[in-house]
């Protein structure tokens, strides 16, 4: 069992930068590839960056790529999601996921998420 909180959101005009963070407890965590998610109202839950445990593979949405980077620090049994160049249209709550394995883009593959933090980016 794996629980995942999120922190580091909150409000920034645009063209700002936002780090999020994902901590995980429970059972060990350094096998897990870890994703981050979006949904913003009346949207679907999308991908945004996944990683695979080791850190050596990544993958990001082609609507963030270039502006995030997410990382992890398995000492710390923690990933991070940097945001820069934010617009208004990156907006939403964003949550992590865990999964084993290798990380996948498709959110329905996560057996672990987190309660969500909210990201508010204004013009």
């Known amino acids: 069992q794996v629980q995942l909180v999120e922190s580091g959101g909150g409000l920034v005009q645009a063209g700002g930068s936002l780090r999020l963070s994902c901590a995980a407890s429970?059972?060990?965590?350094?096998?897990?590839?870890m994703g981050w998610f979006r949904q913003a109202p009346g949207k679907e839950r999308e991908i945004v960056a996944a990683?695979?445990?080791?850190?050596?593979?990544?993958y990001y949405a082609d609507s963030v790529k270039g502006r995030f980077t997410i990382s992890r620090d398995n000492a710390k049994n923690t990933v991070y999601l940097q945001m820069n160049s934010l617009n208004p249209e990156d907006t939403a709550v964003y949550y992590c996921?865990?999964?084993?394995?290798?990380?996948?883009?498709?959110?329905?593959?996560?057996?672990?998420w987190g309660q969500g933090t909210q990201v508010t980016v204004s013009s």
């Open positions: 996921a865990a999964r084993g394995g290798s990380y996948d883009i498709d959110a329905d593959k996560y057996n672990y």
């Open positions: 429970g059972r060990t965590f350094n096998h897990y590839a």
């Open positions: 990683i695979t445990w080791s850190g050596r593979s990544t």
